[in-house]
């Protein structure tokens, strides 16, 4: 599949390197203080949220540095291996990776919650 030209990728939609930096921050703080998860990353390197930012940017279109100085796809899975992550908390770790995504620039202001007594 091709796209057409100009037609941005999602990496450069979702805001690019800076946009990626800030979600991986706001998600392993919330990480770091969840009761499932907090175990799993008790001994997480500081640069581990950059590195998972990299690697992100990357699957979406971005530039290869995670492959190119990082190891890529095969040290990323290599990091997973033997841990023994179960389903509740691989759940857990989607869901607030979707919680910290959901930073909406709009307040409720511009379109309010239905009211069923309201019109
Ligand atoms: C698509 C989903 C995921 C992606 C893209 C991802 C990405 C990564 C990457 C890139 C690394 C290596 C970072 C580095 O090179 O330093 C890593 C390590 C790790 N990941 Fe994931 N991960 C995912 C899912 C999960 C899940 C579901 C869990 C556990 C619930 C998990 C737990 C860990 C842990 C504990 C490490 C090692 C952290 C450290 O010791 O620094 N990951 N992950």
Redesign the pocket.
């Known amino acids: 599949m091709s796209d057409k030209p100009g037609t941005p990728s999602v990496y450069e939609w979702m805001g690019g390197a800076d946009a990626l930096e800030r979600l991986t921050d706001v998600f392993y703080g919330r990480?770091l203080k969840d009761p499932?998860?907090a175990p799993?990353?008790a001994?997480?390197?500081a640069?581990?949220p950059?590195?998972?930012a990299?690697?992100?940017g990357e699957?979406f279109g971005g530039p290869d540095t995670?492959s190119a100085r990082?190891?890529g796809h095969a040290?990323?899975a290599s990091?997973?291996l033997g841990?023994h992550?179960?389903e509740e908390?691989?759940?857990?770790?989607?869901d607030l990776?979707l919680d910290a995504a959901d930073m909406p620039k709009w307040e409720w202001g511009q379109t309010p919650p239905w009211q069923p007594d309201a019109g």
């Open positions: 990480v499932v998860l799993v990353f001994g997480m390197d640069r581990h950059h590195h998972v990299l690697g992100l699957v995670y990082h190891g040290h990323m990091r997973h841990r992550i179960t908390q691989r759940r857990r770790w989607v990776l």
